[in-house]
């Protein structure tokens, strides 16, 4: 059993790897083609350098942040402070106490 913990690891941990790899891919790509873009057309193609740039940092939350501990961190925060807000407010009954329409005093 301790081997799949391990091999689990390992891919995730390859994964992560690969990732980044990626993510370093995309970017070396962003500088020479923008840095060509700006030798060749000059700042005409500022707007794809623009909204690429987007993509890329984009890109790097999804590589570097989405899973990191201060994310899902946070997120648990945010959890126990929506857990804390609903305890002030008054709890709903439950479905067995509900009235139901033969209940109701107004239905004759």
Do not use: C
Not at 10 to 39: P, T
């Amino acid at each position: 059993m301790a081997a799949d913990t391990s091999d689990e690891r390992y891919e995730q941990a390859r994964k992560r790897v690969e990732a980044k790899m990626g993510f370093l891919s995309h970017l070396a790509v962003y500088v020479v083609v923008n840095v060509v873009f700006l030798v060749v057309a000059g700042t005409d193609w500022l707007w794809v350098t623009l909204f690429w740039g987007i993509g890329i940092a984009l890109h790097a939350w999804q590589v570097f942040f989405a899973d990191s501990g201060a994310v899902a961190e946070w997120k648990e925060k945010q959890i126990r402070k929506e857990l804390g807000r609903g305890q002030s407010a008054p709890e709903p009954p439950a479905a067995s106490e509900a009235p139901g329409p033969s209940d109701d005093p107004t239905i004759s």
